[in-house]
C-alpha cells in the first residue's frame, strides 16, 4: 500500500478515510476523536505521532493523541511554535525538516518532519490535527490533502 519512497498513496488515502468513518461512526466527542487519531497513526507508518489540539482562548490545548510517549506541550500559545503559527494563519504548514524552523518546538529528538493541520468551523480555527514522523521530508501534497479532509470530518466532532 506504501509507495516505495515511502509516501502515502491515493489508495492508501481512501482507504483510512473509510477506516476513520467507520471508527468515529459509532462514538461522539472526546472518545471520537480518540479513535480517529488512533486510525491515523496505525494506518500510516510515517506518522509517529498524532495529536489533536482544540482552542481554548488564545491557546491551543492537547485534546487527544497517540504515539510511543506523551509531550509536554500540552498548552501552546496561538502564534507560537508550529502549532501556534498554524493556527494563528490558518493554513496547513509542512515542515520537512524540523531541524531547519525555528519555530519547531521539540517534542521529541526522533521527531524529523511535521504537519500541522487547520480544523474551521464557520470559518474560524476550533483545533488542529499535530502529525510528527521521524522521517525527513515525510509529508507530501497528498498528506496536506488528505488530512485537510480529515480535519473537515472532525470539524463535527468537536463540541
Not at 78 to 88: L, P
Not at 102 to 120: D, H, K, M, W
Given at each position: 500500500?506504501?509507495?516505495?519512497?515511502?509516501?502515502?498513496?491515493?489508495?492508501?488515502?481512501?482507504?483510512v478515510l473509510l477506516k476513520i468513518d467507520a471508527a468515529v461512526g459509532a462514538t461522539q466527542g472526546?472518545?471520537?476523536?480518540?479513535?480517529?487519531?488512533?486510525?491515523?497513526r496505525s494506518s500510516v507508518p510515517t506518522y509517529s505521532w498524532v495529536g489533536l489540539y482544540g482552542?481554548?482562548?488564545?491557546?491551543?490545548?492537547?485534546?487527544?493523541?497517540?504515539?510511543?510517549?506523551?509531550?509536554?506541550?500540552?498548552?501552546?500559545?496561538?502564534?507560537?511554535?508550529?502549532?501556534?503559527?498554524?493556527a494563528k494563519a490558518g493554513r496547513t504548514e509542512i515542515v520537512s525538516d524540523v531541524s531547519r524552523?525555528?519555530?519547531?518546538?521539540?517534542?521529541?529528538?526522533?521527531?524529523?518532519?511535521?504537519?500541522?493541520?487547520?480544523?474551521?468551523?464557520?470559518?474560524?480555527?476550533?483545533?488542529?490535527?499535530?502529525?510528527?514522523?521521524?522521517?525527513?521530508?515525510?509529508?507530501?501534497?497528498?498528506?496536506?490533502?488528505?488530512?485537510?479532509?480529515?480535519?473537515?470530518?472532525?470539524?463535527?466532532?468537536?463540541?
Amino acid at each position: 500500500m506504501k509507495a516505495s519512497n515511502g509516501r502515502l498513496t491515493r489508495e492508501q488515502a481512501r482507504e483510512v478515510l473509510l477506516k476513520i468513518d467507520a471508527a468515529v461512526g459509532a462514538t461522539q466527542g472526546r472518545e471520537a476523536r480518540e479513535a480517529l487519531v488512533n486510525a491515523l497513526r496505525s494506518s500510516v507508518p510515517t506518522y509517529s505521532w498524532v495529536g489533536l489540539y482544540g482552542v481554548e482562548g488564545k491557546d491551543l490545548v492537547l485534546d487527544a493523541w497517540t504515539g510511543p510517549a506523551a509531550t509536554e506541550h500540552t498548552r501552546i500559545p496561538i502564534g507560537k511554535g508550529v502549532c501556534g503559527f498554524a493556527a494563528k494563519a490558518g493554513r496547513t504548514e509542512i515542515v520537512s525538516d524540523v531541524s531547519r524552523d525555528p519555530r519547531y518546538l521539540q517534542c521529541f529528538l526522533s521527531t524529523r518532519a511535521e504537519i500541522v493541520v487547520p480544523v474551521f468551523r464557520d470559518g474560524a480555527v476550533i483545533g488542529e490535527i499535530d502529525i510528527d514522523s521521524d522521517q525527513l521530508d515525510a509529508f507530501s501534497t497528498l498528506d496536506r490533502e488528505f488530512l485537510e479532509a480529515v480535519a473537515r470530518k472532525l470539524s463535527s466532532l468537536w463540541s
